[in-house]
T-cell receptor, first 111, second 113 residues
Framework: QKEVEQNSGPLSVPEGAIASLNCTYSDRGSQSFFWYRQYSGKSPELIMFIYSNGDKEDGRFTAQLNKASQYVSLLIRDSQPSDSATYLCAVQSGGSYIPTFGRGTSLIVHP | GAGVSQSPSNKVTEKGKDVELRCDPISGHTALYWYRQSLGQGLEFLIYFQGNSAPDKSGLPSDRFSAERTGGSVSTLTIQRTQQEDSAVYLC???????????FGQGTRLTVV
């Protein structure tokens, strides 16, 4: 059973701070990692994907992947109230073409 | 199309009735997925289509659920003899190919009363 674990939160950070969202996964053969943002009542929208160990930056977002420790994280710099949402981590194994999603972490950015 | 389109956006049905949910993927996307999301829960995989290959049905919760994809494009998810526990948001996603990022439709909110 391939598992993707996320702390459900809520994670509360002040506006302007760095929000750090973490995700661990059980399958060592995982090769593709995705972060989605889901606003209440809306469908998930892709923020970033990462395939290689290390950091990948896109604007205020940085994805960090550590395959040896089996975790992937998302950092949001200069957090804004509009970043308040649930963040879903999705992991796909090398031998599978089906992304497995975690339950998501609720982020609240307060002014 | 510009994005993944799902219809209807909302569906209320009586217990025991059959429902059909439609997904129109992004043009040219060969991979199509159905997930469902119950209130406060994560995304539960249902079924995966890749090109003309046989679908991966491993996530379908019971034989009341079925799906087809015609001509490698539009997909229909059918739920027969609906039960109250089928109430959820049904999300469709498509990808250009099996290793790229997936894009979701706006979902169909199904309520079984």
């Amino acid at each position: 059973q391939k598992e993707v674990e996320q702390n459900s939160g809520p994670l509360s950070v002040p506006e302007g701070a760095i929000a750090s969202l973490n995700c661990t996964y059980s399958d060592r053969g995982s090769q593709s990692f995705f972060w989605y943002r889901q606003y209440s009542g809306k469908s998930p929208e892709l923020i970033m994907f990462i395939y290689s160990n290390g950091d990948k930056e896109d604007g205020r977002f940085t994805a960090q992947l550590n395959k040896a420790s089996q975790y992937v994280s998302l950092l949001i710099r200069d957090s804004q109230p509009s970043d308040s949402a649930t963040y879903l981590c999705a992991v796909q194994s090398g031998g599978s073409y089906i992304p497995t999603f975690g339950r998501g972490t609720s982020l609240i950015v307060h002014p | 199309g510009a994005g993944v389109s799902q219809s209807p956006s909302n569906k209320v049905t009586e217990k025991g009735k059959d429902v059909e949910l439609r997904c129109d993927p992004i043009s040219g996307h060969t991979a199509l997925y159905w997930y469902r999301q119950s209130l406060g829960q994560g995304l539960e995989f249902l079924i995966y289509f890749q090109g003309n290959s046989a679908p991966d049905k491993s996530g379908l919760p019971s034989d009341r659920f079925s799906a087809e994809r015609t001509g490698g494009s539009v997909s229909t998810l059918t739920i027969q003899r609906t039960q109250q526990e089928d109430s959820a948001v049904y999300l469709c996603a498509s990808r250009r190919d099996r290793n790229t990022e997936a894009f979701f439709g706006q979902g169909t909110r199904l309520t079984v009363v």
